[in-house]
């Protein structure tokens, strides 16, 4: 059944000393983004300047609050205040207008009518990214995992990123191997435990074994493929 997903433009966020600034993507996004840069970067491949040398975080939290990286290189610019209470005599800049509100209407009806107006003034209401680094997907797109709040009260999503990473870490582990990689992942482990028991009845023949050995190998390959074709993306400022 096709879930709900539940769209927020804008997460402002606030850093004592700092101005409040938004974020168009979830946290775990970034989060990813660091942890997939930092293993590139410890692979000698190539990743943004402006993320600094990884290998002096071992937390992406430190590097989230860090004023020189993190939050700074994924923030939406300011905006300043888009509403302001003006006179007759306030200065207008091209794209503003001075409109009269009756104060004593019902709220909601001065919101409605006021959005009226807007749309007649054509404001945009897709609202394009200006951060610095941006992902390629929207943010409903991105299997970082989710909680209650982005999806209807109940759905969770996997966080395909983070297996995708801890399979490609499970291959360099093996030295290489996919299918010591699926074993070390417990892929194998039903499997291993009826053959080396001569249970192998229970999957018809050693053919048909092999067989889901194969799957499994090549689910590891998938995973390694989408963890370089990530590298690949970053090392041109974007991500997944």
Known sequence: MRQKWTNRKLFTVKFTGREPRALLWRKPVYREWFWYA?????MRKKIPRAFGNL???????????????GFELFCEKSTGELVTEATSNTPLETDEILIKVNLKGDLELINRDIHKLLVTKDVNDDYTSTARFQ??????????GATDTEFEEGVKRQNKLGDYRTTYLAVR????????????????????????????????????????????????????????SIFTNISNNTFP
């Open 173 to 228: 582990n093996c030295g290489g191997s996919y299918k010591d990689a699926a074993k070390e992942l417990g892929w194998l482990e039903e499997m291993d435990f009826y053959l080396q028991r001569g249970l192998i009845d229970k999957y018809d023949t050693l053919l048909q074994y092999q067989h889901i050995v194969d799957n499994k190998v090549k689910k590891v390959k998938r995973h390694v493929e989408q963890v370089e």
């Open 38 to 42: 930092k293993l590139a970067q410890e």
């Open 135 to 144: 992902p390629s997907r929207q943010m409903k797109h991105i299997a970082v």
């Open 55 to 69: 290998r002096k975080f071992d937390d992406f939290e430190e590097w989230w609050r860090d004023e020189r990286y």
